[in-house]
């Protein structure tokens, strides 16, 4: 992978838009990334992270990569150009962050999101924007995770340091994140899994197998010690290469109790079946005779009550006899109460009729009836008649009140209305005033805010001049310390000057010429007396950078408030801030009252509406009486000749009616009650016939019905009567006697119960006590079966289970000890693995020897061939874990000592060479990635130049292939042994960083 361009904005100290062009910096392969401590050197490493991988290495937190210097609404933004397989990519990633929010206060949390183009024909193509999809063609075309990518392209400081010293264990951590592993984690993890899976396995067999005896060995044990005779200890106690044989032992002695048990439990039934045969036999016999002797009881009870039975006989015949003349009894009685109600009847129709004067000859009734259902209309129509004229007598009456008030009505009226057509108008004339008043409010708000701005303005030349005051002091004081960091930078290069014939001396070696006279002896080298190192010069130019940019940032502070000012003053247009307060106090006063003035204008429109309504109303009303009165004068002059009419009908209605039987006169009712009571009264007189006639034919009935009964009177039937339920209860005990005489007398013929009642009474409790104990005979010996029967089966069932649970237990233990021996192997804690090595660890030292001898090849020619690393096995003390050490090999004394003896430039040459030693080892493990750019991040401050020079020269032979490396540090020295930098800058408002090629700088945009 080669990076061509990198872009960052608004991210880690980059408040700015950044953008380098990587291609122009690393063209001649080897470029310097240098700036001040805490400038952002690593960020720009951070930000190629994170454009392939959404994250940045080491505990940096990706929540946190946005720039705290950055406006609040800059959007964060790395942009990436790289090519990778063959394929020119560019990726833009932003990564969470929140934005003010658009409306209120507070923020918004915006989503990550990433585009990925690829550059086809000359023209830049998407290809996705998931996240997902992203990150898989970035794995697939790079082959390594984020940690591979930091270690490989980005060697870190430090970290390679503290892996040359770290334990077996530490480094055993490292390398697992380099390499992959993963298989050979897999089948130490499958070998735990499988011995701690066998383990359990096993332990379940065992546990099946034990469960399953102890369920036998309790059923053997219900059927008594003897069915397992002879053998010893328990089955669950037995061991398990003797259980087979000792389930058949078992198996054979249970078959020999069952037989046995077999013929007891036949011997006890057939007992059985004898005792019950016998108890039988006795309970029948038993049965006869107390039959016997019950029904010779019940017919000498029968014969003590004969003569009351045949009491109850006769009674019985004559209650059945009276029955049939019940009915016409009954019918006698009804007629006659009816001809008695109805005679009842006629008398008071009579004094119904004398009530109202009405005289009725005997038998007249009739005739009286149709005369007077003969007037009958007439009479109608006189009731008619004289409620019409007392109705319309009422009406005209009630006319005649009523145009009395509506005439009333509209006379109030007529002396409201002038009035209120005044206050209409006067209504009219405040809505429109308040209307005019109001249309300025508009205008006069719009002048109040003119006047708040002005007033603004003023109170902003105010601060700002306050401002500029407060600024003069501090650029005074700005001023002094530039001129105090300047003074103490040239007085350190005068003095480095004064010293610079010192600083040559100490590259003199006696032989060498001098860089100066070129002679190859030097009696007298010059001695430092106050040397001055190049970290003190570069941390007083920096101390001169920091002044002038305090200087710079006062000055422009200046600049821009003294324009802001004159600014302010030229809107204003001289009008001083008395007037514009005097102004602004006249248009709020006036503003108010318009604002007033609206307010009012719907309450006064409201009032005009209602007086208006108020008028139309009233005008309305008047219209609508005046109307009123009119149709009630003709309707009064209709209703007085409608009263003429009925007059006269009423008059001719009278002269027809005078002859009635009622009496004649105007009272229809009258005639109306007179009708109804002479048609009851004929009515009731026909009834009363009707009655008695039926009453001589019930009576006659009667005598009939008593001759055939044989009852002399009426007064005998009714005495021989007896209540149904009597009679049916009289009836059932007649009949029930004499069936039971007929069942005594029939089972006393019977032949069974007369050779019972001549044979003697057997024993029967001593037959149940035989046929009792023959039965728990039966019981016990059945439960005794049953019980071995069940023994049986269980044995039947359980034996091939326990014989195969025998087998699986021999195997599962045999694997078991395989397996375990295998893993504890393979896991280091086994006792054949003397160096306590896992397979993994065995794995990696393989990987840890090639990363020695690759790193070797780099560190002979740092080291001048001195020092060669060497992986070492060697048992580790006190049974910690071996395998993973590495020690150093000193070649001028021949001997290996621990990593931990080298100085501090032989530790960096060391960590170096380790780092790109594993860079290449993890390289070629990914698959031989041609890795195009390269980042050593790693301090050379504690190399002298003979070592620092032998470091740049293996710098250079990366460069190999048109590899570029860049080396991230802030070491002076580097700063002209490579030409070509990037120079990362820190200000106040965040970093910045600009491209030098051969000398020339080049902001970066």
């Known amino acids: 992978m080669r990076i061509h361009r990198l872009e960052v904005e608004a991210f880690g100290p980059f408040a700015q838009r950044v953008v380098l062009d990587v291609d122009e910096v690393s063209a001649a392969g080897l470029f310097l990334v240098h700036g001040p401590t805490g400038s952002g050197k690593t960020s720009l490493l951070d930000a190629v992270c994170f454009a392939l991988y959404a994250d940045v290495p080491g505990a940096r937190r990706k929540q946190a990569l946005r720039s705290d210097h950055a406006a609040p609404d800059a959007v964060p933004r790395v942009v990436l150009e790289a090519t990778a397989g063959g394929r020119r990519l560019r990726i833009t990633r932003s990564p969470e962050w929140y934005r003010p929010k658009k409306r209120g206060g507070g923020t918004t949390r915006v989503q990550p999101s990433v585009v990925l183009e690829e550059r086809v024909g000359g023209a830049w193509s998407a290809l996705s924007t998931r996240h997902d999809e992203v990150a898989d063609l970035v794995l697939d075309l790079l082959g390594m995770g984020l940690k591979q990518f930091a270690s490989v392209v980005m060697l870190p400081q430090g970290d390679f340091a503290a892996f040359l010293r770290a334990t077996p264990e530490e480094r055993r951590e490292i390398l697992e994140r380099l390499f992959d592993i993963g298989v050979y984690s897999d089948v130490e993890q499958w070998l735990a899994d499988a011995r701690r899976d066998g383990a359990a396995a096993l332990d379940t067999a065992r546990s099946g197998l034990g469960t399953d005896l102890v369920r036998l060995d309790d059923v053997l044990g219900s059927v008594g010690p003897d069915a397992a005779e002879g053998a010893g200890p328990s089955l669950a106690e037995t061991p398990l290469q003797e259980l087979p044989a000792r389930l058949a032992e078992v198996a054979d002695a249970l078959a020999g109790r069952l037989t046995s048990s077999l013929t007891a439990l036949d011997a006890a039934e057939s007992l059985e079946a004898q005792a019950t045969q016998r108890l039988t036999a006795a309970r029948e016999l038993v049965g006869l005779r107390r039959r016997g002797d019950l029904a010779r009881a019940r017919l000498a009870e029968l014969d003590a009550t004969a003569d009351e039975h045949a009491e109850r006989v006769r009674a019985l015949d004559a209650a059945d006899r009276a029955a049939g003349v019940r009915g016409h009894l009954s019918a006698v009685a009804r007629a006659r109460a009816e001809a008695d109600a109805r005679v009842a009847d006629l008398d008071r129709a009579h004094d119904a009729v004398a009530a109202l004067g009405v005289l009725v000859p005997d038998g007249a009734a009739t005739a009286l009836v149709e005369r007077v259902r003969a007037l009958d209309d007439v009479a109608a129509a006189l009731a008619r008649d004289t409620t019409g004229a007392r109705e319309l007598a009422a009406g005209l009456e009630e006319g005649a009140e009523r145009r009395a008030g509506l005439e009333a009505r509209r006379a109030a009226g007529a002396a409201e209305l002038p009035p209120l057509e005044q206050s209409v108008a006067a209504a009219a004339e405040e809505v429109a005033r308040l209307s005019s008043d109001g249309a300025r409010v508009d205008d006069l708000a719009a002048a109040v805010t003119e006047h708040k701005s002005r007033l603004a303005l003023h109170d902003g030349v105010d601060a700002d001049r306050a401002r500029l005051e407060s600024l003069q002091p501090r650029l005074a004081d700005a001023r002094t310390a530039l001129s105090d960091t300047l003074s103490a930078l040239i007085d350190l290069q005068q003095r480095r000057l004064d010293e610079m014939a010192a600083e040559l001396a100490t590259g003199l070696t006696d032989g060498a010429p001098c860089p100066v006279c070129g002679s190859a002896e030097h009696p007298v080298p010059a001695v430092a007396v106050d040397p001055v190192t190049a970290q003190q010069l570069a941390d007083a130019e920096a101390a001169v950078a920091a002044a002038r940019t305090r200087v710079t940032g006062v000055e422009a502070d200046l600049t821009a408030l003294t324009a802001a000012v004159a600014t302010r003053l030229a809107v204003l247009g001289g009008t001083d801030r008395a007037d514009v307060e005097e102004a602004l106090e006249r248009v709020r006063a006036e503003h108010a009252e318009a604002v007033r003035s609206a307010a009012a204008l719907a309450a006064a429109t409201t009032e005009l509406r209602a007086r208006r309504a108020a008028a139309e109303r009233l005008t309305a009303e008047q219209d609508r009486l005046a109307a009123t009165l009119d149709a009630l004068d003709e309707r009064l002059a209709e209703v007085a000749t409608e009263a003429e009419a009925t007059g006269a009908r009423l008059a001719a209605d009278l002269e027809a009616h005078a002859g009635c039987p009622c009496g004649g006169g105007p009272d229809a009712r009258r005639h109306t009650r007179v009708t109804a ?36 009177t009426p007064a005998a039937a009714e005495a021989a009567l007896l209540p149904v339920s009597d009679t049916d209860r009289l009836r059932d005990a007649v009949l029930a006697r004499d069936r039971d005489a007929a069942a005594a007398a029939a089972a006393l013929t019977e032949p069974e119960v007369l050779a019972a009642l001549a044979a003697d009474a057997p024993d029967v409790g001593a037959l149940e006590v035989a046929f009792a104990e023959a039965r728990r005979a039966v019981l016990a010996a059945g439960a005794e079966h049953d019980a071995l029967t069940r023994a049986a089966r269980a044995l039947d069932r359980l034996r091939p289970g326990l014989e195969a649970a025998c087998t699986e237990v021999a195997g599962l233990a045999a694997r078991q000890a395989r397996v375990r021996e295998l893993a504890d192997t393979v896991g280091g804690t086994g006792g054949d693995n003397t160096l306590r090595m896992r397979l993994t660890s065995f794995v990696l030292a393989a990987r840890l020897e090639k990363v020695a001898a690759l790193a070797n090849e780099r560190l002979a020619v740092m080291g001048g061939g001195r020092y060669l690393l060497e992986h070492s096995d060697d048992l580790a003390a006190r049974g910690a874990r071996s395998g993973l050490g590495l020690r150093v090999l000193d070649q001028w004394t021949g001997r290996a000592r621990d990593t931990a003896s080298l100085s501090g430039g032989e530790s960096f040459m060391a960590s170096l060479a380790l780092a790109l030693g594993l860079a290449d080892a993890v390289r070629e493990e990914v698959g031989g990635l041609d890795l195009g750019t390269l980042f050593i991040d790693e301090g050379f401050g504690s190399l002298d130049d003979d070592s620092l020079e032998q470091v740049l020269t293996v710098l250079d032979g990366l ?17 002209t042994r490579i030409p070509h930098q990037v120079v990362v800058t820190k200000g106040a408002d965040g970093s910045g960083a600009s491209v030098r090629t051969a000398g020339a700088a080049t902001p970066a945009a």
């Open 677 to 712: 009571v002479l048609s009851d009264l004929a009515t009731v007189a026909t009834a009363v016939a009707e009655a008695h006639h039926r009453l001589d034919e019930a009576s006659a009935d009667l005598a009939g019905a008593l001759d055939e009964g044989g009852f002399a």
């Open 959 to 975: 460069r190999e292939g048109g590899r570029a490396v860049g080396v991230v540090s802030h070491v002076a020295d580097l700063r």
